[in-house]
């Protein structure tokens, strides 16, 4: 399979919203390598003809009424861990940058 | 050191419905030897008196008005920092969560607080149960009771080092690799890891929700059974959760007898890759068993050596995508970065500063795992291999009841020791990770001290889905043998920990 590098991990530390440092990006990289060359082991016995097992406990689909439940957080319970709010929502920093 | 703190929770729940001791003196005991021994251990992240004091006063106001109560009514318990509860912080070991004070409480905490037990606080562990060594948490390690110098075990360290210092009882973990059986072998304590799906996931922050369980970390394995019974059945608030009923654990306990009983060895795991003292123990318990009417058969696993490597893709698969949420929106820390910045620069930021490093390792390694191209060839390779897992385990089950292994290759190592290593760190999940893939439940149970270190060793036992009865059953006949032969409970040969504490003050570290 494919060798791992530095550009790689910066490419998937955006897509996974993490600003990692240069130095943190080139670590990284080495100790991806590393465990990738690891657990490519799994393709030594992953034929084809041996299904793939998502669950450990099989179970079909599971179903309620749709119905509100006993469980509902209020509003001010829903907000009182969030690092920003007006009182009734969720304030979030801008979506678009200056550029877009 | 208080006699109330070396009960087990079973005896401590006699006494008290006995009324020979109030809810709020067994409780202050525990917050006692807490203020006394928590400096040197660090097993809580946080201890919450005036409301366990009030919840053991309540209990006591009950029972004197007469109110039928459960068997651990007024019993103090620790629980793991993943869990969350209303009106106690909860940051599952990371900075990201850091003051956060959740709105509800998970099932399992909801459950032991109707069952009148008393929560004393939060326990240590690795950052969102990533470790096996407490080393991960943002908050510092917890030291092992038996060597402060020494790892408790991870990512539920915290729980066991808990109840192994006598600063509690009982405690809840959770298990995903071997988070509970773990830190039980290295701590000479009891864990368990149910049956997937026999105790609700519901509030406990998910690291990787196919293979996480919640289980119960205890002296005794009647005190596992007992919290096993309060914890266990079906939550319709998690769609996994097993609709079955349950017998009962603690009469398996009470029943224990391996008379007949088929225990499958597993040779793939009683090789020269595992310590000559843990290899030991294994071997006297197993023998012991065997002289009390079990039969020991060797039995092959060939795909348990892959295990591994499918679970460090399988777990940082779904971890990278349950980490998510942590977006600096709903909860927990929001970094901006100077001058301001869009939400993505604004969560990225967050992150960056929020998630400590392998929490980070293994968001990237599961958002490789699953991206385009390399899909099929990582994580689809990786549920293959967990069929394969699980057909070797169905294939040793159509042979013997049980099965057998050590619990981990080696006793605790020195905190620090394999921090840089993480191939290293995975490889002390070799003989745990395999239930997880498969749902299985299992149990550790001490066997010892290895004679080399004095450190202690656990068994683990393994048995199909559902029969979590069983491993009760065997795991309480092999500790009433041990004790037989011992004279004492293993942590009755644990270090005077106030000593340690002492040393630590003068020292200036505490």
Known sequence: MSEINAEQVAHLANLARIALTEEEIEHLTAELGQIMQAVEKVSEVATPDVPPTSHPIPMHNVFRDDVVGDNVLTVDQALAGAPESDGSRFVVSAILGEEQ | MSDLIRLSAADLGERLAAGEVSS?????????????????????????????????????RRRAAGEELGPLAGVPIAIKDVLVTEGMPSTAGSRILEGWIPPYDATPVRLVREAGLVPLGKTNMDEFAMGSSTE?????????????????????????????????????????????????????????KPTYGAVSRYGSIALASSLDQIGPVTRTVLDAALLHDVIAGHDPHDSTSIPDAWPSMADAVRRADVAGLRIGVVKELDSDGFQAGVRQRFH?????????????????????????????????????????????????????????????????????????????????????????????????????????????????????????????????????????????????????????????????VPAGLAPEDGLPVGIQFLAPAREDARLYNVGGALERLLLAEWGRPILDGLPDLSTHELLATEEGAV
């Not at chain 2, 040197?40 to 008196?49: G, K, N, Q, S």
């Not at chain 2, 539920?156 to 988070?179: Q, R």
């Open chain 2, 24 to 60: 709020v003196e067994a409780t202050q005991a525990h917050l006692d030897r807490i203020t006394a021994v928590d400096g040197a251990v660090h097993a809580f992240l946080h201890v919450d008196t005036e409301r366990a004091l009030a919840t053991a006063a309540d209990v006591d």
């Open chain 2, 136 to 192: 991960h948490s943002a908050y510092g390690p917890t030291h092992n009771p038996w060597d402060l110098e020494r790892i408790p075990g991870g990512s539920g360290g915290g729980s066991a080092a808990s109840v192994a210092s006598f600063e509690a009882p009982l405690a809840l973990g959770s298990d995903t690799g071997g988070s509970i059986r773990q830190p039980a072998h290295v701590t000479g304590t009891v864990g368990v």
């Open chain 2, 284 to 444: 006297e318990s197993l023998e012991l068993l065997e002289r009390n009417g079990a039969e020991i058969v060797e039995v092959s696993a060939p795909h348990f050596e892959y295990a591994i490597a499918a679970y460090y893709l399988i777990l940082p698969a779904e971890a990278s995508s349950n980490l998510a949420k942590f977006d600096s929106v709903r909860f927990g820390l929001r970094v901006t970065p100077d001058g301001g910045g869009t939400v993505e620069q604004v969560m990225a930021a967050t992150r960056e500063a929020g998630f400590g490093p392998e929490v980070k390792r293994r968001i990237i390694l599961g958002t490789y795992a699953l991206s385009a191209g390399y899909y099929d060839a990582y994580y689809g390779s990786a549920q293959k291999v967990r069929t394969l897992v699980q057909r070797d385990f169905d294939a040793a089950f159509a042979n013997v009841d049980v099965l057998a292994t050590p619990t981990a290759p080696t006793t605790a190592f020195k905190l620090g020791e394999k921090l840089d290593d993480p191939l290293a760190m995975y490889l002390n999940d070799v003989a745990t990770i395999p239930a997880n893939l498969a749902g299985v439940p299992g149990i550790s």
